[in-house]
């Protein structure tokens, strides 16, 4: 167990509504990542949240967006869901400074229909 | 749970083999590298790291090796077993930047 938590587990949803993830981020960790994983690919990264900033993004469209909360947990906004956004999101907790490992949560599995 | 390994490249070994799967990375500036474990229905796990000032590291049961004039990693695992079957995930980054490049995947199959 690496002490990240992801909500919910999984989640259905229809094409063009709008979906959050929630992560709490390992204690004491106050940089998260977020990553997308189709499947049978490896993760995807999204983009990163540092003291409640966007840090960093991958090729993503606008409609992902993201925010981190002083406790450090996070959130995954995904608006017009496409039915391509049917995947894995992965959050993962690091301390700042890079080349740290990164603990991974068990993701949420997101189906879009 | 789900499986993460369709259509991954699959390394089938006996249980007590040596196994070792290869990664190729893409960025020459990356100087951070790891492998990541993912079980069906599972977020990846950290199994080992090495930094680019190496070419060689050791864990228990597991070895990197990277070779950084072809781009070149991968992991080995000694005595393999049941328990090692997943799909296996090589990742790149840079020293001061927490995010991770990740490869495609080898599902690593272990038969008792």
């Known amino acids: 167990e690496t002490g990240v938590t992801q909500s919910p587990t999984h989640l259905i949803k229809t094409r063009g509504q709008q979906v959050t993830l929630r992560c709490s981020s390992q204690s004491g960790h106050n940089t998260v990542s977020w990553y997308q994983q189709a499947l049978g690919q490896g993760p995807q990264f999204i983009f990163q949240y540092y003291r409640e900033e966007e840090n960093g993004r991958g090729n993503f469209p606008p409609r992902f967006s993201g925010l981190q909360f002083p406790n450090y947990s996070s959130e995954l906004n995904v608006n017009a869901l496409e039915l391509d956004d049917s995947a894995l999101y992965l959050c993962?907790?690091?301390?700042?400074?890079?080349?740290?490992?990164?603990?991974f949560g068990p993701g949420t599995r997101l189906t879009v229909t | 749970g789900e499986s993460v390994g369709l259509h991954l490249p699959t390394l089938s070994v006996q249980e007590g083999d040596n196994s070792i799967i290869n990664c190729a990375y893409s960025n020459s500036a990356s100087d951070y590298f790891i492998w990541y474990k993912q079980e069906s229905g599972k977020g990846p796990q950290f199994i080992i790291d090495?930094?680019?000032?190496?070419d060689k590291r050791q864990g228990q049961r597991v070895t990197v090796l990277l070779n950084k004039t072809v781009k070149h990693l991968s992991l080995q695992i000694a005595a393999t077993q049941p328990g090692d079957s997943a799909v296996y995930f090589c990742?790149?980054?840079?020293?001061?930047?927490?995010?991770?490049?990740f490869g495609k995947g080898t599902m690593l199959l272990v038969s008792p």
């Open positions: 090495i930094r680019s000032n190496m």
């Open positions: 993962a907790s690091t301390l700042a400074g890079g080349g740290q490992e990164q603990y």
């Open positions: 990742a790149e980054g840079l020293s001061g930047y927490s995010t991770l490049t």
